[in-house]
């Protein structure tokens, strides 16, 4: 039985450049379809205005944000090579980020980013993940926030409301 959708693992693969070798089509294939399993277009992946994901933009930046009480607001970045996105971004810096949930310029990762979870990764498997962001064609997108307060926000975001007690 095949549990993922074909049309987002297709979407996401057909993003990805070649590589030469067996063991690298091999690779590439596993970090696509970790990709996949962990989500990462949930949050990483363009949405309309009715809010179905635009498949056809990879994972070039979740256009819907997060509001954090007492954080702000976040949206998932572009993690598509392009400068806009993690195209000056070593693989280290890419690991670094899934592992310890630290950027390269010392900024730790909003909440919404579970990776506590992504830390148990095993190498073999970060190391297919990176391998695979790092052969998407680059996409170039915009940038938001993050923001301290909804006031300043100027696209989408969901709120978190506790329930009254």
Known sequence: MKLIHPAVLAAIYSLSTPLSSAADTAQLE???????????????????RDGAPIFEAGLSGGTIGFE????????????????????????????QAIRYGERPDGRILAPVMPWPAYSQLTDVDVDALVTFLMSMEPVEAPRFGPEHSAEAVSAPFYRVVSPAD
């Open 30 to 48: 596993r970090g696509a379809y970790l990709s996949v399993i962990m989500d990462c277009a949930g949050c990483h992946m363009p949405r309309d």
């Open 68 to 95: 954090l009480p007492g954080l702000g607001v976040f949206w998932a970045p572009n993690l598509t090579p392009d400068a806009t996105g993690l195209g000056d971004w070593s693989k280290d810096d890419i690991v």
